[in-house]
């Protein structure tokens, strides 16, 4: 079991940043692929940002590149979700994930999933 937990989160102006952090247990960076997902209300969960555990290669929805930067600490266990310039509609429930069946892009590949975090930006 991967018990993975997110933080950072806030309420921000539209313009503004944060940064989220999602702590994992030691290794799991070496052993899965990472992400984040967000949940708007009302919308379904999607894709933001994944992190390649073999190449570190990173993978962004076009609404984050730009904007958005995925990176990872593996001394602290620790990756992080830069977001700046951000909008309304960036608003949702923020989820960290761990997985490595799959497409970086889609949920079903992520095996472990955080408990969510808010970000709340306001117009």
């Known amino acids: 079991q991967v018990q993975l937990v997110e933080s950072g989160g806030g309420l921000v102006q539209a313009g503004g940043s944060l940064r989220l952090s999602c702590a994992a247990p030691?290794?799991?960076?070496?052993?899965?692929?990472m992400a984040w997902f967000r949940q708007a209300p009302g919308k379904e969960r999607e894709f933001v940002t994944a992190i390649s555990s073999i190449t570190s290669s990173t993978y962004y929805t076009d609404s984050a590149k730009g904007r958005f930067t995925v990176s990872k600490d593996n001394a602290k266990n620790t990756v992080y979700l830069q977001m700046n310039s951000l909008k309304p509609e960036d608003t949702a429930v923020y989820y960290c994930a761990a997985g490595n069946q799959g497409s970086y892009y889609s949920a079903s590949t992520y095996h472990y999933w955080g408990q969510g975090t808010q970000v709340t930006v306001s117009s």
């Open positions: 030691g290794r799991t960076f070496s052993r899965y692929h």
